[in-house]
C-alpha cells in the first residue's frame, strides 16, 4: 500500500490507537480529564465482575473471538454453521471469500440499530447487534448483495450500487412502527462499497472476497496488516468528517488535548471486521500473528461497563441524559478511555483466571463485552447504555 502519507499511515495503526488512548487515561488518573473522573478502587471490582460473567458463559474457559460469527448464533440457533455446511462444497479458497463478503457487509451495517428496531424470524424478534447480524445474514443468502442472479452468495460491485433505503428497509423489515436508526446512512455506506470495489481491484479483484486473497499472499499475515488492508480498502467508504491530507480517516475524531495533530483515533468497526476476518484466515489454514496488537473495541457495551461499575465517572451526571454527537469531546473521552481500561481489566482478569496467555480478543467476548450488556440489563430497564450516542449508521 504505497504512496500513503505518513501522518494518515500512524492514524490507521492498532499502536497509536492504544498509544493516544493510554495518554488520556493518563490526564485522568491526574485528574486532568475534562470530562471524567477516574476512580481505580474499582478497578479490582470490574475485572470481578468479568470473571464472573466468564466462568458462567464458559467454564472451561475455552471463549472463542470476539467476532461476527458469534451473533449469527444469537437464540441458539446455528445459523452461520449452516450456511458453512453449505458452502464447504465451493472449497476452501471460494468459502473463504464468501465468508468475508458475509462478515463485511454485516460488520458494516451493524453501527447502532436504536433501542426500537426488531427484526422477526420464525415468531422471534432479536433487536441490537444479533437482530442486525440476522437480518444482514438472511439479506446475504437472498442474494441482496450480489449482482449475479446465478451467484446469490457474494457481494459484488453491481449488487451494492443499486442499495437505497428502501432495499434496505425492507430487507430489514423497517416500518414507522419499527424503526432503524440511520437507514439512508447505511443505504449509502452499502453504495460506497460497491464503488471501493471498483476502484481498487488490486485489492478486491471485482467482489469483496479478492481481499481474501490479497492478504492470503502476504507470506506472513499480522492482525495490523489485515486492519492496515481493511481501512485501506474501504478508504472510499468513509463519510468525509475528519480527514488528513484530503484523506478520510474514518473512526477518528479530534480532541484538543490529543498530541501531536489532535486527532484521536478509534476505527471501532475496522478492527471488529479485523477480529472476525482473523477467523476466516485460520479456518482456511492461513496463521494470523501479533492479535493482541488490535485494541479493545471503544462501543457503548465496553464502555458502558466501565461507567456502571463507577471505575468512570461523569464530571457532570446530567450529561447522561442528553443525547451527544460521535464527535462530542465527552464520546471521545470516552472511547478513549474504554480502550486503554480495557486493557487494564484484561490484565486483572488473566491474573485473576491464572490465564496470563488469554488473548484480548478471547476477553472481549467472554467478556468485557458480555459483562457490558449484563450490567446495562441490571441497571436499566432497556438494558440500554448509559450515555446515550447519536447515529447515524455510519460510526466506524
Known amino acids: 500500500m504505497l504512496g500513503i502519507h505518513p501522518a494518515v499511515a500512524l492514524l490507521r495503526r492498532p499502536e497509536t490507537v492504544r498509544a ?175 464503488s471501493a470495489i471498483a476502484m481498487r481491484p488490486d485489492l478486491f479483484g471485482g467482489r469483496l472476497g479478492g481481499l481474501f486473497d490479497y492478504l492470503a499472499g502476504f507470506g506472513r499475515l499480522t492482525a495490523a496488516d489485515i486492519l492496515s488492508a481493511v481501512i485501506e480498502a474501504l478508504v472510499p467508504v468513509w463519510p468525509g468528517r475528519t480527514t488528513l491530507h484530503g484523506i478520510p480517516l474514518g473512526d477518528a475524531w479530534p480532541h484538543p488535548r490529543v498530541t501531536p495533530d489532535g486527532i484521536m483515533p478509534f476505527h471501532k468497526l475496522s478492527q471488529w471486521l479485523t477480529y472476525s476476518l482473523i477467523e476466516v484466515f485460520e479456518d482456511a489454514g492461513i496463521a494470523v500473528e501479533e492479535i493482541d496488537a488490535l485494541t479493545g473495541l471503544p462501543e457503548y457495551r465496553n464502555g458502558g461497563l466501565l461507567l456502571d461499575t463507577g471505575l468512570i465517572a461523569l464530571r457532570d451526571p446530567g450529561l447522561a441524559a442528553a443525547p451527544l454527537a460521535v464527535d462530542h469531546p465527552v464520546i ?47 441497571r436499566r430497564a432497556d438494558g440500554g447504555p448509559p450515555l446515550t450516542v447519536i447515529s447515524d449508521g455510519t460510526v466506524f
Not at 473471538?65 to 445459523?79: I, L, P, Q, S
Not at 481489566?345 to 496470563?356: I, N
Not at 467472554?366 to 459483562?371: F, N, S, V
Open 20 to 194: 493516544r488512548s493510554h495518554a488520556l487515561l493518563g490526564m485522568a488518573e491526574a485528574d486532568d480529564l475534562e470530562h471524567f473522573a477516574y476512580q481505580p478502587q474499582a478497578l479490582d471490582a470490574t475485572a470481578a465482575y468479568v470473571v464472573e460473567t466468564i466462568r458462567a458463559r464458559h467454564p472451561d474457559l475455552a471463549i472463542p473471538y470476539h467476532a461476527r460469527w458469534r451473533h449469527f448464533g444469537v437464540g441458539g440457533r446455528d445459523r452461520w454453521g449452516m450456511l458453512r455446511d453449505a458452502i464447504a462444497v465451493a472449497g476452501p479458497a471460494e468459502a473463504a471469500r464468501i465468508r468475508v463478503e458475509l462478515c463485511m457487509v454485516s460488520v458494516l451495517l451493524d453501527a447502532g440499530a436504536g433501542p426500537a428496531w426488531r427484526f422477526v424470524e420464525e415468531g422471534v424478534a432479536y433487536g441490537r447487534s444479533e437482530g442486525l447480524a440476522v437480518a444482514s445474514l438472511h439479506a446475504f443468502c437472498a442474494g441482496l448483495f450480489s449482482g449475479d442472479p446465478a451467484r446469490p452468495l457474494r457481494a459484488d460491485a453491481e449488487g451494492l450500487a443499486r442499495f437505497d433505503a428502501a432495499i434496505l428497509g425492507h430487507a430489514f423489515q423497517v416500518t414507522p412502527a419499527n424503526p432503524l436508526e440511520g437507514l439512508e446512512g447505511r443505504a449509502a455506506l452499502m453504495r460506497r462499497l460497491g
Open 332 to 378: 471521545v473521552e470516552w472511547r478513549a478511555l474504554t480502550v486503554a481500561l480495557i486493557d487494564r481489566v484484561a490484565d486483572r482478569v488473566r491474573a485473576m483466571l491464572d490465564r496470563p496467555d488469554l488473548p484480548l480478543a478471547r476477553i472481549l467476548e467472554g467478556g468485557t463485552w458480555a459483562a457490558g450488556r449484563r450490567i446495562a440489563a441490571e
